[in-house]
């Protein structure tokens, strides 16, 4: 057991977990998208997990560092949430806010985060976002959406974990990256349940069943 | 280990002797040599025909002389260059700078069948003579150092035993019979740092490979080299390959590596195949492969191809690539060092890096230190490119300032333009005014200048560049390369690059400023990899060093630098322009240049869509196409309601 302190509440946690699953498992909330449970090789890409740790020069993404005997963790300084939540704004700022239309509608994560964070969701400091009307309807069991999706990642990299191999594969490069099915070799059926794994862990509405 | 190391120096031996042997009948022949450039930047402006011309005239006129292909001396602006070696003719080898086809049969006319060595054509001689002057009374080559590139334009890239002949693989063998750890303390005492950008130690890199315990461990060569403007690592592929080889070989020795890979883009085709080539031809020696040169170590390369992206570069994006997925950096540490290649313990270097480890090894690392600065020993090879008049590429001591390098080395600005900055390291760096021109170049000078060493592309701009448009440019790169992955940088980059693309179409708004500067720090600070970390450095250097540039396009609707497009107009000063001259007429593609009452030339703004094809051709004399911004500005002249005939 490792012996840590995260906003200066005293934590013990599982040696080579990281502070991000520490904190949270001590119901302590970083805002987090793209990290899943259990995952082995966390991407690190939404960038909303900043924390400050005693002796750091500048905040580190709470994902990837590994909690470490009287570590000094802070969730919760200006740097951090400044950080936070630029990085929340760029999100929105690529994504079609249209909660009324949306089946995530209310279980959002970006809803969440904004409230949390005290981020509009059209933040002034950006353009509104161009939907591109883009839906991806090639595969047997679910829809993709682009304009909801905010790239977190888990539906490509959890399902690698959790199904053995990917169903999905990013595709494009720079502002234009999207997520985008990937099909078995032919004749071998595209698993209906192992889809939906990947449904229920998208954080917007961008993945959704068929029918 | 005595006897083993006695086996391996009998070995090379044999191949030097051999080698040699080649060389000295090739060199102490009479009958002529023609070296040409034959590297990408030669084959570009046309050796291939040179040499083909070069064929048919010596078959033609009958005359026995070798045609010796080499890499590139770096003299990029003299290209196509070809060195003559006339032993017969009693004169030093001779350089020939632009050597086209029609000057390619006049030499052989002259020179090889004639005596005439045509003297107006030449750059200069290769050797000091009472006759002839010689090339290295020029700055732009006697201050030069090479180190990297020494053999560099004197070899065929193509023939390894050129190459052992002048003295290569030497360092292997006396790697060889040093101790592992040894070569990594003389790697770690020459204080070398890595050229691929970050300037790590490389001896601190190896140790911590050297330390791992792991079965298999790889050496990693990266030559993805995708910044825009810099071709350094292509041009010592195509030139001296296996100085790259043979640091590689001596790193896989270092920390104890079985595998190899060469990491070259797929656009690079001719640094592929002489990589390729020189990779068998080391295998064929023994060079490579199982008992190198009989001792007890293995280790073979392959070549692999990358598709070109830039971020592939990054180093664990590099790997991810390797083992066939999507290029995407992941999050550090764990170091490749500790978990690289399939997991492995893997050293990546640069081209430049790894080439410079043979002569470290031959000549110790005092000597290395003596070269350069301190803290950033060695030399230093920037490809220079933009507004200088002797563009191409440069091997100098660390520390030399800017100014003794854009100005006593390339020969300053051309067409009589004052320098307005310098873009150093690429996408990754920043531009310098000049205010910066006495910072000596070296790893922490420039970094403290807001610029870095980067790979070591340089791109020096006049008076005409409009600053804001060149962080557009480079925002424009850097945005479409992004990986996708991270959000700092996937979106960051965008708005940033929409912000520039606006301000320089004059629809730039008072709180962009603050807006850039503050996105741009952002960016900087959260983005996963160091494409994104270092991706706004041309939009925070530009804002700090040509802030007024910034702000005369916002608030005035004026590009200072008469650049952007959206911001100026062509005029014709009436004053200037020479009456029933009709030279930019015929150019414009709009046909909106008109001839007024008294047959000069005037421009209907209305037609015009800002090509500046009149300003080209405006006879220099008149100099009378003059651009003027904000567009509004510009002298209106009467078009006449009967149009006037152009020549009565
Ligand atoms: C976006 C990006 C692109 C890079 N491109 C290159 C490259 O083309 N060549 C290179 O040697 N290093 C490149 N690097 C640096 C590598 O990640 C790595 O640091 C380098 O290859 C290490 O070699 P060195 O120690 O010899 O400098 C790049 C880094 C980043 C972040
Ligand atoms: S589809 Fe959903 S889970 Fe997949 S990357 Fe987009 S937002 Fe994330
Ligand atoms: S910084 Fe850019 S290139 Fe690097 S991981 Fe993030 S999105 Fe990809
Ligand atoms: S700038 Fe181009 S379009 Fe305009 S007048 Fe000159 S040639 Fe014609
Ligand atoms: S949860 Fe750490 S970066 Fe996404």
């Known amino acids: 057991m490792i012996k840590l302190y995260i906003d200066n509440w005293e934590i013990h946690a599982t040696e080579g977990i990281s502070v991000l699953q520490a904190a949270l498992d001590s119901e302590i909330y970083i805002p987090n998208l793209c990290w899943v449970r259990e995952m082995t090789d966390p991407p690190a890409s939404c960038r909303l997990c900043f924390v400050e740790i005693a002796g750091r020069p500048a905040p580190v993404t709470a994902c990837t560092t590994i909690v470490e005997n009287d570590m000094e963790v802070h969730t919760d300084t200006e740097a951090v949430r400044e950080l936070q939540r630029t990085s929340l704004k760029l999100l929105l700022s690529a994504h079609h806010v249209d909660c009324g239309h949306c089946p995530a509608n209310k279980k959002c994560e970006l809803q969440n985060l904004a409230r949390f964070l005290k981020v509009k969701l059209k933040p002034a400091e950006f353009p509104t976002y161009q939907p591109t009307g883009l839906i991806d309807t090639s595969h047997p069991h679910l829809d993709y959406n682009r304009d909801r999706c905010v790239l977190c990642g888990r539906c490509v990299n959890a399902c690698r974990d959790k199904n053995g191999r990917p169903l999905f594969t990013f595709a494009g490069r720079g502002s234009e990256t999207i997520v985008t099915p990937l099909f078995p070799p032919a004749g071998q059926a595209l698993d209906k349940d192992a889809s939906l794994v990947c449904v229920d862990l998208c954080p917007t509405g961008a993945l959704t069943r068929k029918g | ?648």
């Not at chain 2, 080539?277 to 199982?290: D, T």
């Not at chain 2, 640069?350 to 290395?368: Q, R």
């Open chain 2, 1 to 648: 280990m005595a006897q083993n190391n006695d086996r391996i120096n009998q070995a090379l031996q044999a191949l030097r002797e051999k080698a040699a042997g080649q060389w000295r009948e090739f060199t102490g022949s009479t009958i002529p040599r023609i070296h040409i450039g034959m590297a990408t930047c030669g084959l570009a402006a046309g050796a291939q025909e040179t040499r083909d011309a070069f064929e048919a005239q010596l078959k033609k006129d009958n005359i026995q002389a070798v045609i010796h292909p080499i890499g590139c001396h770096g003299h990029c602006y003299a290209e196509p260059l070809v060195i003559i070696d006339h032993p017969a003719s009693g004169l030093p080898p001779i350089m020939y700078q632009k050597v086209n086809e029609g000057k390619a049969v006049m030499l052989v006319k002259n020179f090889l069948k004639g005596n005439d060595p045509l003297l107006e054509h030449m750059y200069g001689a290769m050797e000091e003579s009472d006759t002839i002057p010689a090339v290295m009374l020029f700055p732009r080559f006697n201050m030069e150092k090479r180190v990297i590139m020494d053999k560099c334009g004197r070899i065929n890239p193509a023939d390894i035993n050129e190459y052992l002949a002048l003295g290569g693989y030497a360092a292997l063998g006396a790697a060889l019979s040093l101790a592992p750890e040894a070569i990594v303390e003389t790697v770690t005492a020459s204080g070398l740092r890595g050229r691929g950008g970050a300037g790590f130690p490389t001896g601190r890199k190896w140790q911590f490979a050297a330390q791992q315990n792991a079965a298999e461990k790889v050496v990693v060569c990266n030559a993805d080299e995708g910044d825009p403007g810099a071709y350094m690592d292509r041009t010592i592929l195509e030139s001296n390959p296996h100085q790259v080889i043979e640091g590689m070989i001596i790193c896989a020795r270092a920390i104890g590596a079985g595998r190899g890979v060469m990491y070259v883009r797929a656009e690079y085709p001719l640094a592929v195949k002489l990589v390729t080539r020189a990779l068998e031809q080391a295998r064929e020696l023994n060079l490579l492969g199982q008992n190198i040169l009989g001792s007890d170590f293995s280790f073979d390369i392959e070549v692999f191809q990358g598709s070109g992206a830039f971020v592939c570069g990054e180093e664990t994006a590099l790997i991810r690539s390797v083992e066939g997925y999507r290029g995407m950096p992941r999050h550090r540490p764990p170091f490749p060092v500790e978990h690289g290649l399939n997991g492995r313990p893997t050293v990546i270097n640069n081209v430049k890096t790894l080439a410079t480890i043979a002569p470290i090894i031959e000549n110790g690392a005092e000597w290395f230190r003596s070269i350069g600065t301190e803290k950033s020993p060695g030399t230093a090879i920037f490809s220079i490119v933009g507004h200088v008049l002797y563009p191409g590429l440069v091997e100098i001591p660390m520390g030399e300032t800017l100014r003794s390098l854009i100005f006593d080395i390339c020969g300053g600005i051309p067409d009589k333009r004052e320098f307005k900055a310098v873009q150093i390291g690429g996408p990754s760096g920043g531009c310098l005014p000049a205010s910066f021109l006495d910072t000596p170049i070296d790893f922490d000078s420039l970094t403290a200048a807001g610029a870095m060493m980067g790979s070591g592309g340089m791109v020096v701009m006049n008076d005409e560049t409009c600053m804001v448009n060149v962080a557009r440019y480079f925002l424009d790169f850097t945005q479409k390369e992004s990986c996708g992955k991270c959000t700092f940088c996937r979106i960051g980059t965008r708005h940033l690059l929409e912000i520039l693309d606006r301000i320089t179409k004059g629809q730039g708004k008072p709180e962009d400023l603050a807006r850039l500067e503050w996105l741009a720090a952002a960016v900087k600070q959260g983005s996963l990899c160091g494409l994104g970390k270092t991706a706004p450095n041309p939009v925070i250097t530009s804002l700090k060093y040509f802030r007024q540039e910034y702000e005369a396009h916002i608030n005035d609707g004026v590009c200072p630098a008469l650049m952007c497009r959206d911001l100026i107009a062509y005029y014709i000063d009436l004053d200037k322009c020479a009456r029933g001259c009709d030279a930019c007429v015929g150019c414009c593609p709009t046909e909106a240049i008109f001839t007024t009452a008294n047959r000069k030339k005037g421009i209907d703004q209305e037609k015009c869509i800002k090509c500046g094809e009149c300003r080209h051709v405006c006879i220099p004399l008149y100099n009378a196409v003059g651009k003027a911004s904000p567009p509004g500005t510009v002298p209106m002249i009467e078009k006449p309601k009967v149009p006037v005939k152009d020549n009565d």
